[in-house]
């Protein structure tokens, strides 16, 4: 797969570069030069999740990556299912919170490390990233163990869940934490200096791991081949589907797997009160706000960084502006959708009635709506118990987590304690 950098056109990588770097020259974030579509996606639905998921990330990374290696890639991230769960007659939700650290995140952490693992061909990797909750833990568990690997996770003391917390500080091994005094945005400027400083970028092989790597957007392409199999197959080409987004990189994999043939009629992305693409759209003025906080956290992004890819297949054409929707949802609001979602029979997280209630807005009649289950609703379990009224039991994960020791590190915001710990562990 070729890539160009959106923001510097001559900037022309491979995918295994791309995985590599993140991101290209002037911050721009890489995207493939040519989508080519698949042909027959209704044989293709009639497969398993992973022999087609390895059948569809051939057709995209086949002129780089042999079968097997990528048959051997899928099957090592892809151990968990994706579920559609049917919610009402033209409703149905898709559970992405069945992996090792309850979230969607999961998905695209699990294939990227899988990449690097492959990519890498045993030159040391530190993966060093700053987490506000749920991409930590992915990327914890995605790389705990692997060779040549070693992750630093940098997070606020005293600002994210005890449960998002424990999921990665108790792993141990060569994921190495930090509870760093101060805020998510101080975490995020030490990780920035890091990969300013060229001596330790060469000497520990820094790697980001965040959103913006494109191995975790094919890695999500996949699963929306998955929802669409398991509608009968009458209603397989009336997919609306609705993604809660915060960097909008879920809903660019939705993208991407409609412009390679995947039959979703149309894509709403919902955002919480961090609303800057619904107030884009509907005025063409990029203004983003400063961010608030919400009961949906991990979508409390004003600057989204995976717009300029959505951005680009809508003014290519590839997927029309009329079939695109974009609604934010406000706090009141996602309480009344819980707990409408409840009375349904459908237990669901912030993130998820976020989704739901953006679909709500504009499925038609004749469509069948997928919404998507980003976290499994424990994880939000202190929002969901006080909005629902009851006491969520905790799954098995979590409690394990919970129940182990805290093995992070205090460090103060300041660069040169993390360089100087990174130097003295790693180097
Ligand atoms: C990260 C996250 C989102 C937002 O996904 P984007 O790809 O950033 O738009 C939504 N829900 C949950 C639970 C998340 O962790």
Redesign the pocket.
């Given at each position: 797969m070729q890539l160009y950098n959106l923001k510097d056109h001559e900037q022309q990588v491979s995918f295994v570069e791309a995985v590599k770097t993140g991101l290209g020259r002037n911050q721009g974030v890489f995207f493939p030069t040519h989508l080519a579509p698949l042909e027959d996606v209704d044989a293709l639905l009639d497969l398993d999740f992973v022999t087609r998921s390895a059948k569809v990330l051939r057709h995209l990374l086949g002129d780089e990556l042999s079968d097997e290696t990528i048959a051997g890639m899928v099957e090592g991230a892809f151990t968990f299912p994706a579920p559609l769960v049917k919610v009402a007659d033209n409703m149905h939700c898709l559970e992405l919170f069945h992996g090792p650290t309850l979230?969607?995140?999961d998905f695209g952490g699990r294939f990227m490390a899988q990449c690097l693992a492959q990519f890498s061909q045993g030159e040391k990797v530190t993966i060093l990233t700053a987490t506000s909750g749920?991409t930590g833990a992915a990327v914890a568990h995605a790389f705990y163990g692997k060779e040549n690997i070693d992750v630093v996770i940098l997070y606020p003391e005293g600002k994210i869940s005890l449960a998002q917390q424990k999921l990665f500080t108790t792993l141990g091994g060569n994921v190495h934490c930090y509870s760093v005094t101060g805020s998510f945005d101080d975490c995020q400027a030490m990780v920035k200096e890091a990969f300013l400083d060229d001596e330790l970028k060469t000497r520990l092989g820094l790697n980001s791991a965040n959103?913006i790597n494109i191995s975790r957007l094919l890695a999500q392409v996949c699963y929306y081949f998955e929802a669409v199999a398991q509608l009968p197959k009458a209603q397989r080409s009336k997919a609306h589907i609705s993604?809660?987004?915060?960097?909008?990189?879920?809903?660019c994999a939705a993208m991407i797997a409609a412009v390679i043939g995947l039959p979703i009629q149309k894509l709403s992305a919902t955002t919480n009160q961090n609303d800057t693409v619904p107030r884009f759209l509907a005025s063409k003025q990029w203004q983003p706000n400063d961010t608030l906080e919400s009961l949906?956290n991990?979508?409390d992004?004003s600057r989204?960084n995976?717009w300029p890819r959505v951005q680009t297949m809508l003014d290519n054409g590839d997927f029309s502006y009329g079939d695109f929707f974009s609604h934010a949802v406000d706090e009141q609001t996602t309480q009344s959708a819980m707990k409408e979602l409840n009375e349904m029979g459908y237990l669901a997280e912030p993130?998820t009635a976020i989704a739901y209630e953006g679909l709500k807005a504009d499925l038609a009649d004749d469509h069948q709506g997928i919404f998507l289950a980003?976290?499994h609703p424990a994880k939000f379990k202190e929002s969901v118990d006080s909005i629902l009224d009851m006491d969520l039991p905790m799954p098995q994960a979590l409690a394990e987590a919970l129940a182990k020791q805290c093995l992070a590190q205090p460090m103060s915001a300041d660069y040169t304690q993390l360089r100087e710990a990174m130097l003295n562990k790693l180097g």
């Open positions: 979230a969607f995140k749920d959103s993604v809660p987004s915060g960097n909008f990189g879920n809903v949906s991990a979508m992004v989204p995976n993130h980003t976290a």
